[in-house]
């Protein structure tokens, strides 16, 4: 929280320097952040809060949301008319840093979206807020208070970096200007790690190392 309010002060003070009102912007120090694992939702707990999901529209979002990865102002913008329909559809959604990307969508997106319009939002112009004000409704009820709306995102690119997606795939379709953020959710794999110290470590015979080993 202290280096999101550091990280608009800095560009409060760069605007400064492009106004002409500073010569020279100071230096603005950023906390020093540990590095965490990405927090995604287990396969039960995101069926779990889905089936608590009664109303279709938010329904038709969070599905969305965990299937492309997008954040949820990229969500709020969708228009209609960024949509490319075809044997394989996608999406041109407008991430940070006003950059475009094309995000894949898979038949259980096009089957959550409905039938095509031909222009305006896609998800009716929902504020970013309200998104997070009905996931935190979502959760409450399903008794999963603490799982967040960004962990649909981070479920996503986790479910592909388990199933063995190119990291540089990944990278594509998260938008992240950094191969090493993408490199993040393979860190936090932890059923594949353990599969491959087992398999490193036990045998197929069976026979566990010795204490020596």
Known sequence: AVNADLRHLKAALRRAVKWGLLKRAPEVEMVKEPRRLPRHIPPDQLDNIMAHEHHPERLRLWTFLVWTGCRRSEAASLLWQHIAWGRRPAARVVGKGDRERAVPLLPPVVEALGEPRDMGHVFGGVHPSTMTKWWRELVSRAGCEGVRLHDLRHTCFTYLASRGAPLKVIQSIAGHSDIRI????????????????????????????????
Not at 204 to 209: A, E, H, M, V, W
Request: glycine share 12%.
């Open 182 to 213: 993408t490199m993040g959710y393979a860190r936090g794999l932890v059923g594949d790690l353990y599969d491959a110290m087992s398999e490193a470590l036990y045998p197929k015979s069976g026979t566990q190392p010795s204490k020596s080993e």
